[in-house]
Nanobody, 122 residues
């Protein structure tokens, strides 16, 4: 599975951006897709995730402002970011989890995109 992000950029506080991530390869094997971000000097953190059944999880810092969605047929995941704050600045990474089930059990594999920069100015 290969992932490619797009949609990052520079925006003023209070503005909006929409990130897109297109998957290629065995997209039918993808279970969960997610967005993570990494601010300078900080660890990478989960922003939001969405399962193939569209169950979603959001970090407390973005609840009510960000919306994650996906198109299973296209293998795409999106992140609509509204009311952006300077604290949202960072590199945003797309993540896909593939779960392979065998008679011995299941194994998960993580795939990452290259990241897209989001900068929010005050």
């Amino acid at each position: 599975v290969q992932l490619e992000e797009s949609g990052g950029g520079l925006v003023q506080a209070g503005g909006s951006l929409r990130l897109s991530c297109d998957a290629s390869g065995r997209i039918s094997d993808i279970d969960t897709m997610a967005w993570y971000r990494q601010a300078p000097g900080k660890q990478r953190e989960l922003v939001a995730s969405i399962r193939s059944d569209r169950y979603t999880v959001y970090s407390d810092s973005v609840k009510g402002r960000f919306t994650i969605s996906r198109d299973n047929a296209k293998g795409a995941v999106y992140l609509q970011m509204n009311s952006l704050e300077p604290g949202d600045t960072g590199v945003y990474y797309c993540n896909a989890v593939v779960i392979v089930r065998t008679i011995e059990g299941s194994q998960s594999f993580d795939y990452w995109g290259q990241g897209t920069q989001v900068t929010v100015s005050s």
